[in-house]
């Protein structure tokens, strides 16, 4: 396809499991499940609302990468290990989107990739 372009942030997880951190083809961007982590160590240890900035940041450099911005995300999907951990994730993910405002969902797991990983966020996206 000639219009589809990858973005990857280079994890190890990328090249592992053989995906990219985000893909646009035509107006449409999805990035994927991405966590709090930085040259391989979790950032925010214990603090969901650090963890959801960086989080919603890498997703926004992501968007970036594909000519889009935080102004062009529709849908957010969180997953989190603690469903009590809502409002200073809510804090974070509100004051990132201002007046944007996506569908988003909040949905509990039993377990992320890390245990010090409180959250998870994928997000989609439509830029013309």
Do not use: C, K
């Amino acid at each position: 396809m000639s219009d589809r372009r990858e973005y990857s942030t280079g994890t190890t997880w990328e090249e592992t499991f053989g995906y990219s951190r985000a893909v646009r083809i035509g107006d449409q961007i999805r990035v994927s499940g991405t966590s709090a982590v930085e040259d391989g160590e979790v950032v925010g240890v214990d603090d969901p609302y650090q963890q959801a900035r960086h989080i919603l940041e890498t997703i926004g450099e992501s968007l970036a990468e594909l000519d889009a911005g935080p102004e062009d995300v529709i849908l957010t999907r969180i997953y989190v290990a603690d469903f009590s951990l809502w409002e200073p994730i809510g804090d974070a993910h509100r004051e990132f989107f201002g007046d944007v405002r996506p569908a988003t969902t909040l949905i509990e797991v039993e377990t992320l990739p890390r245990p010090e990983l409180l959250l998870e966020i994928e997000a989609e996206a439509v830029n013309h």
